[in-house]
Structure formats: C-alpha cells, structure tokens
C-alpha cells in the first residue's frame, strides 16, 4: 500500500512540475528506521515525503544542504507518528515548502508541534487535503 501511495504522489509531483517525457525523476529513500523518508526531485523541483524520528532532523537538514536544495516544492507527512513526522522540521529548517501536506491538524506531540512551528516558519503552515 505504501509503494502505491508513493507511485501516485510522484504521478501527481510530476504533473504538478510539467514534467516531460525526457526529464530526470531521481528518489532517494533514507534508513530513518521503523518508518521510510524519500526526496523526489526533478528539474529543480524537490518533494520530501516523511522524515522519519526527531533524530533524524540533521541527516535531512545535512542532506538538503550538501545538495542546495533551499526549496521544497511539497512536503508530505504521511501520518501524524513521530517517527514519520519527526525529521520533518529539520529539513523545514533548512529549506521553505510551498505547500506542506498533513492528514490532520491537531495531534497530542511534542514532534507534530515543531512540524507545525517549522511549517509556518519557512512555508505556508499545514494543508489539510479533502478526501475525495
């Protein structure tokens, strides 16, 4: 279930960038270990989906700054756990995101308040999406 949904989100990340048939698609995916991260980038657009524990905030922050990546073009927390969401505001802290995704907007944690501080502080807050 969880390659479908990343199968959908970079069918969804690379209509959103217009990407065309000769473009480079590059993931990777980081051991954050019990859950998974992955950054998506193509032609200059950049998605990070989870960020596995709060531990995990310097090797996201390391890895966006050792490639230049100042700009996430979208941000997903898959769910609102903190070894999913925990590294999240590293790399927030060192990149802004145009749209940061959360399936919800309230959650009894210490991680999902910092995801919700850094996702004000250098992007536009959390975005629920609808179902539908």
Known sequence: MKRFFL?????AFMCLT??????????RFFDVG??????ILSEGHA????GGNKS???LLYSVLKKEKIRSLDI?????????????????????SADLVLSPVEKHSSEAFDDL????????PGLAI????
């Not at 199968?7 to 069918?11: A, I």
């Not at 998605?47 to 989870?50: A, K, V």
């Not at 903190?82 to 999240?88: A, E, F, N, R, T």
């Open 129 to 132: 999406p609808s179902i539908g």
């Open 75 to 95: 941000v997903v927390a898959t769910h609102a756990h903190v070894d999913h969401i925990g590294g999240i505001p590293g790399a927030l802290n060192y990149a």
């Open 56 to 58: 995990d905030s310097q």
């Open 7 to 11: 199968l959908l989100m970079l069918f």
């Open 116 to 123: 919700k501080k850094y996702s004000i502080k250098n992007g």
């Open 34 to 39: 019990n859950a998974d991260a992955a950054l």
């Open 18 to 27: 217009n990407a065309s048939a000769i473009s480079q698609l590059e993931v």
């Open 47 to 50: 998605m990070l989906i989870d």
